[in-house]
Nanobody, 120 residues
Framework: QGPLVESGGGLVQPGGSLRLSCAAS????????MGWYRQAPGKQRELVAY???????NYASSVKGRFAISRDNAENTLYLRMNSLKPEDTAVYYC??????????????WGQGTQVTVSS
């Protein structure tokens, strides 16, 4: 396994919810901003949400108000709570670490990705 391991993806109906988790090694988690990107078929990978080491967050406009990013410093785990899911949220979601505090610059550490499919 790599330094970042995602879990929690799956198939959900429109309007449903999912929570993604990303377990990180302590050495990476403690010193780095972390976040989530996603990539849909035929599209570029895009920023979803990012959180700094002090808890400041940044969201893509398409998910603001529906998604919530958080980090559990005791468990070295990053979360993404996704509510009111839409079919256009369907993508592979990737955990990322070491980027800029707002995620505009991607970090060097990536998870393997977890598929989220929103469909009736």
């Amino acid at each position: 396994q790599g330094p970042l391991v995602e879990s929690g993806g799956g198939l959900v109906q429109p309007g449903g919810s999912l929570r993604l988790s990303c377990a990180a090694s302590g050495s990476i988690f403690r010193i780095n901003a972390m976040g989530w990107y996603r990539q849909a078929p035929g599209k570029q990978r895009e920023l979803v949400a990012y959180i700094s080491t002090t808890g400041n967050t940044n969201y893509a406009s398409s998910v603001k108000g529906r998604f919530a990013i958080s980090r559990d410093n005791a468990e070295n785990t990053l979360y993404l709570r996704m509510n009111s899911l839409k079919p256009e949220d369907t993508a592979v979601y990737y955990c990322n670490a070491g980027g800029s505090s707002r995620g505009e610059i991607r970090g060097p550490y990536w998870g393997q990705g977890t598929q989220v499919t929103v469909s009736s």
